[in-house]
């Protein structure tokens, strides 16, 4: 036996432990706050990737509030939300901003994206509805919505808004987005299912990875 192998295993356990306490310490901060302040909008965001799900929302959107809840409750990324917006003209820019400040939050969470999983994929079913969400954390924002809507609102909020916020979500966070409700009638189980599956997406692409803890995702070196 080669006399240096305990010192070799000393120092293979070593530096496992010192890529998982990487990890924990990189997981420990990740946390991302934004301010969001124009003529339309007072938005306040803040976001723990590595939270329980808990929430605290308030947009002034019923609905919106509501898959709001659904993305924390089923990302487990904590989530508070308070957005003041000039909803006397319509929920366009309330609804836009909103999308865009989450995104930002997530964005710089992230940081520079050491040890995360980066892709994730999930489908929701909600009673007769089914949607696909796929999603790739690479830097390139772009989105695909695949998604049909009967019904001109849910609750007070514009269901031609609903696309916008994923588009402004998915831009601000720079993350490759594609949803696709499969089939579904109900028009709320089809929101909500693209929300949830938004979130059971997203809980996998921001999880890290611990074979790779201490490495970014990409051949390129950076994301």
Same mark, same amino acid.
């Not at 947009?59 to 409750?73: A, C, N, P, V, Y």
């Not at 040890?115 to 690479?138: F, H, K, Q, V, W």
């Not at 996998?204 to 051949?219: F, N």
């Given at each position: 036996?080669?006399?240096?192998?305990?010192?070799?295993?000393?120092?293979?356990?070593?530096?496992?432990?010192?890529?998982?306490?990487?990890?924990?310490?990189?997981?420990?901060?990740?946390?991302?706050?934004?301010?969001?302040?124009?003529?339309?909008?007072?938005?306040?965001?803040?976001?723990?990737?590595?939270?329980?799900?808990?929430?605290?929302?308030?947009?002034?959107?019923?609905?919106?509030?509501?898959?709001?809840?659904?993305?924390?409750?089923?990302?487990?990324?904590?989530?508070?939300?308070?957005?003041?917006?000039?909803?006397?003209?319509?929920? #366009? $820019?309330?609804? @836009?901003?909103?999308?865009? !400040?989450?995104?930002? +939050?997530?964005? =710089? /969470?992230?940081?520079?994206?050491?040890?995360?999983?980066?892709?994730?994929?999930?489908?929701?079913?909600?009673?007769?509805?089914?949607?696909?969400?796929?999603?790739?954390?690479?830097?390139?924002?772009?989105?695909?919505?695949?998604?049909?809507?009967?019904?001109?609102?849910?609750?007070?909020?514009?269901?031609?808004?609903?696309?916008?916020?994923?588009?402004?979500?998915?831009?601000?966070?720079?993350?490759?987005?594609?949803?696709?409700?499969?089939?579904?009638?109900?028009? #709320? $189980?089809?929101? @909500?299912?693209?929300?949830? !599956?938004?979130?059971? +997406?997203?809980? =996998? /692409?921001?999880?890290?990875?611990?074979?790779?803890?201490?490495?970014?995702?990409?051949?390129?070196?950076?994301?």
């Amino acid at each position: 036996m080669d006399r240096r192998e305990p010192e070799i295993k000393t120092l293979i356990a070593a530096s496992q432990l010192a890529k998982c306490a990487s990890a924990a310490i990189s997981a420990a901060m990740r946390n991302g706050s934004i301010s969001r302040k124009t003529n339309e909008t007072s938005i306040d965001v803040e976001v723990n990737l590595d939270g329980s799900g808990v929430y605290e929302v308030s947009t002034g959107i019923g609905f919106l509030d509501h898959m709001l809840e659904q993305l924390s409750r089923h990302s487990l990324i904590d989530l508070k939300v308070k957005a003041i917006g000039d909803l006397h003209i319509d929920q #366009h $820019h309330t609804t @836009e901003d909103t999308g865009i !400040a989450i995104g930002e +939050a997530v964005l =710089q /969470a992230l940081g520079d994206k050491r040890g995360i999983t980066r892709y994730g994929t999930a489908y929701a079913p909600m009673d007769e509805t089914l949607t696909r969400c796929a999603l790739d954390i690479s830097g390139r924002p772009y989105f695909v919505w695949k998604v049909s809507l009967g019904m001109p609102r849910l609750g007070e909020w514009d269901t031609e808004l609903i696309e916008h916020w994923f588009h402004s979500f998915a831009t601000s966070a720079g993350i490759t987005l594609h949803i696709e409700n499969l089939y579904g009638s109900n028009n #709320h $189980h089809i929101v @909500e299912s693209c929300y949830k !599956a938004l979130a059971r +997406a997203l809980r =996998q /692409a921001v999880e890290i990875d611990p074979r790779k803890a201490d490495a970014i995702p990409s051949t390129k070196g950076t994301l």
